[in-house]
């Protein structure tokens, strides 16, 4: 029994989501990206919510997640464009960001409500980095290094709705 524990425990422990624990595990493979998806969440106003995957090879897919629509579309874009997609993932740092804004007192200094989430799910073969970010988070006063890197998140936010032209798709 006590075998099987440590063995259980072992296993939990190498297979933990790793974006919050440094170290070796925490790397992503930029070479090796083959999707990048963007989740927009509902708030108590009308904030679009939609759910849109860019592949490696240009192919867009795009669904709705507003209540009152059931929009789908797809499309392609060219795919030096998500290269330079997962250029600008790298460059911000995207696999050292915390798992969840909200959950990060250091980056969510500051919280205002009714905000919708937007996550980013990067996939690069078996590896998957996840950040999800509540826009009424505010980076902590005093440190404009943190508030930086969260203006630096929400503009690869942008960056992905702009280079899918999702505005097309939402209304």
């Known amino acids: 029994m006590r075998i099987t524990s440590l063995i259980l425990l072992t296993i939990a422990v190498a297979c933990r989501a ?63 464009a998500v290269t330079q997609l997962v250029r600008e993932a790298e460059r911000i740092g995207f696999a050292t960001l915390p798992s969840s804004i909200l959950g990060d007192p250091q980056v969510c200094g500051n919280m205002w409500t009714d905000f919708p989430s937007v996550t980013i799910s ?27 890197r969260l203006r630096r998140l929400r503009s690869f936010e942008d960056a992905i709705d702009n280079v899918a032209r999702v505005g097309r798709w939402i209304r």
């Not at 509902?42 to 090879?57: E, F, K, Q, V």
């Not at 669904?63 to 392609?76: G, Q, Y």
């Open 122 to 148: 990067v996939f690069a073969g078996a590896r998957t980095v996840a950040v999800a970010d509540y826009l009424g988070c505010h980076g902590p006063t005093g440190q404009p290094q943190v508030a930086a």
């Open 18 to 80: 790793t974006p919050d624990h440094p170290g070796q595990h925490n790397r992503l493979d930029f070479a090796a990206v083959d999707s990048i998806v963007l989740e927009r969440s509902p708030c108590l106003g009308t904030c679009p919510a939609y759910r849109l995957s860019i592949a490696s090879n240009g192919r867009v897919h795009f669904r709705s997640r507003a209540p009152s629509e059931r929009r789908m579309a797809t499309d392609s874009i060219a795919s030096t």
